[in-house]
């Protein structure tokens, strides 16, 4: 049996990787894919976690962030696809709708 320990070191890993893609990479795209990463490594502890204890609640919480997460790229997508067909850039530098 693998030890707790190992999943949440992993799970640090990728969100270490996550973080690091959202606030270096330009390209909205790659940023949603980190928060992806993120929002997985979250989802990784919560269950190792919940697996430990023998408790459920962990497993819930992580089956919430994944609905989350799966609203989050319908509604993230979809903004994206509007700017794109205004700008035709996916560059977070040069968006700038919101400027007067």
């Known amino acids: 049996m693998v030890p707790t320990t190992y999943y949440l070191i992993l799970a640090a890993v990728i969100f270490t990787i996550g ?9 909205v ?3 949603f894919m980190c928060v992806e990463m993120m929002l997985n490594s979250v989802n990784l502890t ?17 089956f919430i962030v994944m609905a989350v997460a799966a ?4 509604v993230g997508l979809a903004i994206v696809m509007a700017i794109v067909r205004h ?13 007067w």
């Open 46 to 62: 919560l269950v190792a976690l919940a697996n430990q204890w023998g408790n459920l609640a962990g497993q819930i919480f992580a």
């Open 87 to 99: 700008k035709d850039t996916t560059n977070v530098d040069e968006i700038n709708l919101l400027k």
């Open 29 to 31: 795209l790659i940023i």
């Open 19 to 27: 973080a690091a893609g959202v606030l270096l990479r330009r390209n």
């Open 71 to 74: 609203v989050e790229v319908a």
